[in-house]
Structures are given as structure tokens and as C-alpha cells.
């Protein structure tokens, strides 16, 4: 029988923070590495100037777009080629990608908390079997199906992923488990375990650990996990309930987080062990006793909830409520959206399956433990500093998540089989839904990002596509135009869809602009570092660039059967964060916004623009800007 324990060593002092020493990549993760794929490429750079007016066109008046192009004139003259050859030339160097090393620093040199801003969050749906939505069954079999998972990753049993017929790069998986970020001073650090085989439990703020495996090394079975969870449950209330909340830590800026990770591990070598165990574990479980009775309410909590019982610097935190409501949230500098997206659907479709194999019949003490391993509370050694450096981080990330507010749509009149019968692309579609409640609710076009995946490179990550081409803002003036007719605006629709699809694949075939033109910005900056009198070109520092990449609504698209919902914040003030699932007979829509008002009145602008464009479409009524509010199809 397993038993709680707590080491009892004496504490002693250590001089600075370590970070764990890096190990040999394992072989089943050497195999992940498709170097037979196409590395990214990096446009001419006339073409990604070319578009790049193209891109900002839309967004400026006559007189910017003028002064704009004088001075992508005077870029391709002076600085543009010898920071492009600078470019090529790294591109030749980097084992990977040009585009790795920068998009490593510019996640883990984020200094503001993570939480809300960097992590987004998936919602499962629900346990077709509705006696096994209950927190500690849920959790077990979910946790038996993400370490089923991990045994065929690391057998090289996982079948590789496919875009059609493009392989894709898989070497983000080596990212998803036993993964975490360290807060460091000026820039975090990724260490990754890949042959863990434990797993830690935050429940009430307290933090444990066990193996997945007994000492024969066979993975444990569901009932067994669910034993051992049952303890960890009973254990957790049992303890003193005034613990401060370590994890909040991870919700606070990454400057005093380093500060205080520095301290925990000066004051006791336990505090550097326990720290370790969370941080190679192969993920988090989150056991919490909500009860979120709707899905605007169960995506606050898989987001961000109040910081409580939370490690958001792991990379896979699965979360599991009272009512058996499920999630993750992601930690996703290792690894993008894509990644994590194929994990939850396999891991949701092997749990379904295992309880139709074996369903909960747990009952304390039926079920023989063996020799499974015990579990450890870890107690961390916190002085009076560190508690009330605990005690400021949750004021503070409790403002945040407060002001941060909610909107879900479930939009069930149509979906993507609709859609296509219009032959019409789907995300097209929602996208153009997306710059009509934008235009109706502030009466311009901010800038939009949708990420696009190039995973078809090696070490492919993604590619910014702007939704906002010159078509899309054409169909904004004609149905502004209170003459225009069904058909005139039918055609201008085609006609920024087609746009938007021909945009989507530059993106994804290593073609746009974003990515290209960041990795100049910031072979410049370092230019400015080591000589003197060296000054950013203009072009990046003129009002196109920043109005491009202030992104006003930041949208993802991403999700499967196995998700009810995918969210994350926004990455402006007043902006919103956009997350939405394409379904074939539904959509689904998770807003963000730090203005309720606004929140509230964009996700009501999107349902009645997916109304207004459907009648379009099927019945040749025309839109108009000012929307019909008792609009249905």
C-alpha cells in the first residue's frame, strides 16, 4: 500500500539558483528530427517589401501609405540588402532554422506574467458517459491516456503527422513532456527531462509527486491511479488550509519570479530537490474543487482561474474540476498549437476507449497497489520574504484575471459542411464575420493576426497571416454603401475569401511577410548593439510597422471533436484574444477583452455577422453595416 511521506533532512544553505544539468537527447527523440524536410525559407526581399505595402495598405491613410513607401524605398536601397545577405547567411548556420533562435528569445525574454498572456488554454468535452465526470476518475484516466501517449512517443510507435500529403515536422513533441521554463534574470531558460516517469499533483495549493510506474517499471493501471489521487485528496485536506500558494509564482513577472526561485533554493536544499521533482516531472495534474457550470465559466478556469493550485510554467498542466470538467493549459514556448492539438485528441479519443475497457470501480482499499511507489508531498521551506513576495503576486494576478473578461459562442445555424457546399473556404468565412463585428463596433479595421502553421519546414513553428487584405477592406465599403445590392456584395465576398485562402497558403508555404521582416528588425537591433552610430532603419520604425503589429484582434484557429473549447488572452489593451473551433454542423467562438462592454458586444457582433453572411449567401439578402438585432437564419 502507497503512503504519503515527508522527508525530514536537515536544511542547509546553497549559494545560487542551478538549473539542472542538460542530458543526451534520448534516441526516440533524435528520431523526431525529419531532417530530410525542407528548411524554411526566407523570401526575396523585393517580394516581401512588395507585399508588405500590400499588407499595410489597408490600415493607413493616403498621406501614411505615402510617406510608408518612401521609406520601404530607402530600405531596399541602403540597410535592406546587406541585413537580408546577414539573414541568408544565418540561415546557412543554424542546424535548425533562421527563425529558431529569435523566436526562443522572444518568448523566453518575456519579462510580464506568463499566465493570460503567453499560456492559452483547451477545454475537453465532456466524458460521453456522464457517471465518469467526476474529478478523481476523470483525472485518472486522463492522466492513464497522456502516459499511454508518452509510451508511444517514446517507442517511435506515434504516426507521423500529414497535411494532406505533406510531412510535417515532429520535433515539437520532444517538447511536450517533462518540460518546463525556469524564471531567469533578463531570459528564462527550457529544460526538458524526456525520460521521466513521474508525475506532480497540485491540490489546495499543496504539491506531490508519484511515479507512473511500478518498480517493475509497467505502467500503472487507471484503477491504481485513481488510488493513489483518492490519497493525494484526502492528504491535501488534512493539511493546514493557510499554505501559501508557491504556484502563484509562476503568475507573477518573470523578473521576481527568478528573485524569488534564487531564494527558495539558497534557503534549503529540499526547496532545490522539490523544485526539480515539479520541473521534471512529465506534466502537471491540477485537482480543483470548482464547479463551473458552463463553458464561459470552465474557460476562465482552464485560462487563468485565480492563480491558485496552478504551475503555469509547465508545460502541460492538465486540469480536472470537481465535476469532472477537464483541460490544459500550455506553456507553449517548446511547441505550438498544432502540436498540442493532435496530444489532446488522441489522449480524449484512448480515454474514452480505456473506460469503455475498464470502468471506475474504485472503492479505498479494493485495489491492489503492488509495489507501487509512494507518494511525496513536497513542503517547501518558505521564510516571511518569500511568503510575502506570495502574497503580493496573488494581488496582483488576481487584479489581472479579474479584469480580463469572458465571451463564449456556440453557434449552431451552420458549419464548415455549409460552408463548403458554397464552396467557400470556412475560416475565410469566419474571418470576414471577425472585420464585420470589428467595423461595426468601432467603424475601422484594426490590424489581425492568425496564426499559420509551417510545420511542413524543419522546425517549422508558424507564420503570421493578416486577415486584412485589400479585398477584405473592399467588401467593408460596399456593404457600408446603403445602395449596394446581394449580388455586388456576394461578389466582393468570393472575392476577399479567395484572397484570404491565397494569403493562408504564402503564409504556411514560408511565403509572407511577419516573420521575414522581424528576423531583419532584429539583425538590426543587433547591429545598433555593436556599432556605434549604427541606427534601426526607418522602415521599423515608422507608423506602418507599429500599426501592423499592433495586433487588435489576435485569432487562432484550433480544434477537433475532442475539444468544447480553445481561448487565450488578448496581446494589446484593447484589444481581443479570438479562439474558435470549426466544427461540421456548429462553430464555436472564445472571446477576450479587458472591457466587458466590449467583450460582450463583439461576440453579439459575431453571431449576427455569421447570420447576416448566411442569408447572403443562401437567400441574396443584402448586409448592412447597421445590423438587423433580431437577425436569424
Known sequence: MSEIVRDKTEDNILPSAEVPPKKQTPKWAQKLELTGLPRLPIPDLKVTLAKYIEYVTPLLSEAELEETKKKVQEFAKYDGPSLDAGLR????????????????????????????????????????????NKRVPRAASMIFSIHYFINLLRAGHLARDYERSDPLCMSQYANLFGSTRIPQFTRDKMVVDH???????????????????????????????????????????????????????????????????????????????????????????????NLPMNLEETGKIMLHSDGHNRWFDKSIQLIVCENGRAGINMEHSGFDGHTCLRFAEDVFNYSVRTRCDSP????????????????????????????????????????????????????????????????LSPDGLVQVCFQLSQYRLTGKLGSTYESAMTKKFYHGRTECMRPITNEMADLMKIISDPSSVAIEQLKVLKTAIKAHVTRVQASKAGEGVDRHLWGLNQLAKQRQVRLPGYNIPDIFQDIAWARLRYDVLSTSNCGGYSLSSFG????????WGIGYIIKDKCMHFHVTNYNEEMCRQFVEQVEKALIDVGKLITNGEPIRIVADSNAKL
Open 195 to 289: 525520460e521521466a516517469t513521474h508525475v506532480a499533483v497540485v491540490c489546495n495549493d499543496r504539491y506531490y509527486t508519484f511515479e507512473l510506474v511500478d518498480g517493475d517499471k509497467r505502467p500503472l493501471e487507471i484503477e491504481q491511479i485513481e488510488q493513489l489521487l483518492h490519497r493525494v485528496v484526502e492528504d491535501a485536506k488534512s493539511q493546514e488550509k493557510d499554505i501559501a500558494p508557491l504556484g502563484m509564482m509562476t503568475a507573477a513577472d518573470r523578473e521576481t519570479w527568478a528573485g524569488v526561485w534564487n531564494r527558495l533554493i539558497s534557503v534549503s536544499p529540499k526547496n532545490k530537490e522539490y523544485l526539480d521533482k515539479l520541473c521534471s516531472s512529465m506534466f502537471m495534474v491540477c485537482l480543483d474543487d
Open 360 to 423: 471506475s470501480t474504485f472503492t479505498d482499499g479494493a485495489v491492489d497497489m503492488g509495489n507501487t511507489s509512494t507518494i511525496q508531498r513536497l513542503d517547501f521551506v518558505m521564510p516571511d520574504d518569500v511568503i510575502s513576495a506570495i502574497d503580493r503576486a496573488t494581488v496582483d494576478f488576481q487584479a489581472l484575471a479579474s479584469s480580463l473578461h469572458t465571451g463564449i459562442l456556440h453557434f449552431t445555424p451552420y458549419g464548415k459542411s455549409f460552408i463548403s457546399r458554397y464552396k
Open 568 to 575: 487565450f488572452g488578448p496581446v494589446v489593451p484593447d484589444g
Open 89 to 132: 547567411e544565418l540561415a546557412k548556420e543554424a542546424p535548425t532554422s533562421w527563425l529558431e533562435g529569435f523566436w526562443d528569445t522572444m518568448y523566453l525574454s518575456w519579462r510580464d506574467p506568463i499566465a493570460i498572456h503567453i499560456n492559452p488554454c483547451f477545454v475537453f468535452t465532456n466524458d460521453p458517459t456522464p457517471s465518469r
